[in-house]
């Protein structure tokens, strides 16, 4: 088999070039490495262990679309290298990270506020809910919950307001309070307006421990996100 003193001086060269880029990338000299990578590409188009070299580095420096080229032509030429492969889908996952991190810096450009974490007061949400249970839900951006609690105290209000029976209850509320001025047979007072009176113990007392609390816990994970790295 002849052997063509061109091609062993081609090889030798590629050799040459490939030990310098590899002292260049431990002293962490990006761009030297891919100079020398560039020109083993021109000597051998095909050589895989230059065009992967040459795109890690570039990945490195944070060259991804230059990166993501240069692993795809190494795909061409060498389609079952697997650490290209696993590489060139890391390049375009962050890409595609970058990209979707850049509309949303451009949407808080152009909508300021739109992003910022709205945190809300446990005192407020208790004072809230005290006065009419549910508004601290809302104020706490609950919406469902807030609208529920609202509507069931409302919605028993206007059932005790509407019940004759109401009057009784009060009546025999007052003979507890007042024992000796109480009647010898207290009126009788409807299962629907008890049932009603417990739906708004309930309720408020349900929304003036929950209302500070949500809010509590808000705050804390805006603590949480705000002592993130990178925050």
Do not use: W
């Amino acid at each position: 088999m002849t052997i063509n003193p061109e091609d062993v001086k081609r090889s030798a060269e590629i050799d040459r070039l490939m030990s310098r880029a590899n002292v260049h990338r431990m002293r962490g000299e990006y761009i030297e490495v891919e100079d020398l990578c560039k020109q083993i590409i021109e000597l051998d188009e095909n050589n895989a262990d230059a065009r992967e070299l040459m795109a890690d580095m570039l990945f490195a420096r944070g060259q991804l679309q230059p990166a993501a080229d240069e692993y795809k032509k190494l795909l061409e030429y060498h389609p079952d290298r697997v650490s290209a492969e696993t590489k060139y889908a890391k390049v375009i996952l962050e890409m595609g990270e970058n990209e979707h991190e850049r509309q949303i810096a451009q949407e808080m450009l152009e909508n300021p506020g739109k992003y910022k974490e709205p945190q809300s007061h446990p005192l407020l949400a208790f004072i809230f809910s005290a006065v009419v249970p549910g508004v601290g839900q809302l104020y706490n951006r609950e919406m469902i919950k807030g609208y529920i609690i609202l509507g069931v105290f409302i919605f028993s209000l206007l059932i005790l307001a509407m019940s004759p029976d109401t009057k009784n209850l009060l009546q025999a509320f007052g003979a507890l309070m007042n024992p000796q001025d109480a009647p010898t047979k207290p009126p009788p007072v409807g299962t629907l307006v008890i049932l009603m009176v417990g739906a708004l113990v309930f309720t408020y007392i349900y929304a003036v421990i929950d209302a500070p609390i949500a809010a509590a816990k808000a705050a804390d994970k805006v603590r949480e996100k705000l002592s993130e790295p990178g925050s």
